[in-house]
């Protein structure tokens, strides 16, 4: 039996019966905490401090393996965050991560540094869904699953623009280098310098660097399929919020696009469907 503060960043927050609230917390030492927390007004703690994705003081009771919320003091409450759902749903997928990665695994103090950093980053990005991408490979690395970009994993032949990065072997190779596309297995992917150098760039840079970069369109377009790819191949799970999110996104800006046709109506049956 214990009393603690604890100062921590809210990762998700589940509704449980009439007046209670599950939350899962990624603390300073970088690892995960589920407590449970009831609701005793509009100001009181559990409405205050379980908001999505908020850094928070917390102070925890500790009784026979379980936490449970007595009160606390925000830290930052992230609120440029919940006004666009872009951010909001990166977050999330990015929260999702690392509960999958964490709750099993000792505690990762770089992990908490990462979320801090993405966070406020994703706050104000202009390209959110990019980040998270970028900062979800750097997770999986800081993990210990840092994918080899140096040579072929086969035969270490120097990197060249045709190799392909082949999942199953988390590395470069070289067997396909004269074959067509269509000649590739499924789980490779062709390594373009650009992607090449990026992917190297975000295994070596310090947390505070990750993101001082810039990429092309056809760059980001790259980044982002081997991120995913990448993770779904690590964590063996296929995430969904991204994927949902651009697709509303694509069909928003072919709505657009069809509004702004001369004399075309946007009610019209020739609007693009998602």
């Given at each position: 039996?214990?009393?603690?503060?604890?100062?921590?960043?809210?990762?998700?927050?589940?509704?449980?019966?009439?007046?209670?609230?599950?939350?899962?917390?990624?603390?300073?030492?970088?690892?995960?905490?589920t407590l449970?927390?009831?609701?005793?007004g509009?100001?009181?703690?559990?409405?205050?401090l379980?908001?999505?994705?908020?850094?928070?003081?917390?102070?925890?009771?500790?009784?026979?393996?379980?936490?449970?919320?007595?009160?606390?003091?925000?830290v930052?409450?992230?609120?440029?965050?919940?006004?666009?759902?872009?951010r909001?749903t990166a977050?999330?997928?990015?929260?999702?991560?690392?509960?999958?990665a964490?709750?099993?695994?000792?505690?990762?103090?770089?992990?908490?540094?990462?979320?801090?950093?993405?966070?406020?980053?994703?706050?104000?990005?202009?390209?959110?869904?990019?980040?998270?991408?970028?900062?979800?490979f750097?997770?999986?690395?800081?993990?210990?699953?840092?994918?080899?970009?140096?040579?072929?994993?086969t035969?270490?032949?120097?990197?060249?623009?045709?190799?392909?990065?082949?999942?199953?072997?988390s590395?470069?190779e070289?067997?396909?280098?004269?074959?067509?596309?269509?000649?590739?297995?499924?789980?490779?992917?062709?390594?373009?310098?650009?992607?090449?150098?990026?992917?190297?760039?975000?295994?070596?840079a310090?947390?505070?660097?990750?993101?001082?970069?810039?990429?092309?369109?056809?760059?980001?377009?790259?980044?982002q399929?081997?991120?995913?790819?990448?993770?779904?191949?690590?964590?063996?799970?296929?995430?969904?919020?991204?994927?949902?999110s651009?697709?509303?996104?694509?069909f928003?800006?072919?709505?657009?696009?069809?509004?702004?046709?001369?004399?075309q109506?946007?009610?019209?049956?020739d609007?693009p469907?998602?």
């Amino acid at each position: 039996m214990s009393h603690q503060t604890r100062r921590a960043f809210v990762l998700r927050s589940v509704p449980y019966g009439e007046n209670r609230r599950i939350l899962d917390l990624l603390t300073k030492e970088g690892e995960i905490l589920t407590l449970s927390c009831h609701k005793t007004g509009k100001m009181g703690p559990a409405n205050v401090l379980s908001q999505p994705f908020i850094l928070a003081d917390f102070e925890l009771f500790y009784y026979k393996y379980r936490y449970s919320l007595n009160g606390g003091q925000m830290v930052y409450p992230f609120a440029g965050l919940q006004a666009d759902f872009d951010r909001m749903t990166a977050l999330a997928h990015l929260a999702e991560v690392y509960l999958d990665a964490l709750k099993s695994q000792v505690a990762q103090p770089q992990a908490y540094d990462l979320w801090a950093y993405t966070a406020s980053r994703i706050e104000q990005s202009s390209q959110p869904l990019l980040d998270v991408r970028i900062s979800q490979f750097k997770f999986l690395c800081l993990l210990g699953f840092m994918p080899w970009l140096f040579d072929c994993v086969t035969c270490h032949r120097a990197y060249e623009p045709s190799m392909v990065f082949n999942f199953h072997l988390s590395g470069l190779e070289c067997r396909y280098l004269h074959a067509g596309p269509g000649d590739r297995p499924s789980h490779s992917l062709a390594m373009s310098p650009g992607l090449w150098s990026a992917l190297r760039y975000i295994v070596q840079a310090d947390v505070p660097s990750l993101f001082n970069f810039q990429a092309s369109p056809e760059l980001q377009a790259e980044l982002q399929t081997f991120s995913d790819a990448y993770l779904e191949q690590i964590m063996e799970k296929n995430y969904t919020r991204l994927r949902l999110s651009q697709e509303a996104e694509a069909f928003s800006q072919r709505l657009a696009q069809a509004r702004q046709k001369p004399g075309q109506n946007p009610q019209s049956a020739d609007l693009p469907k998602l």
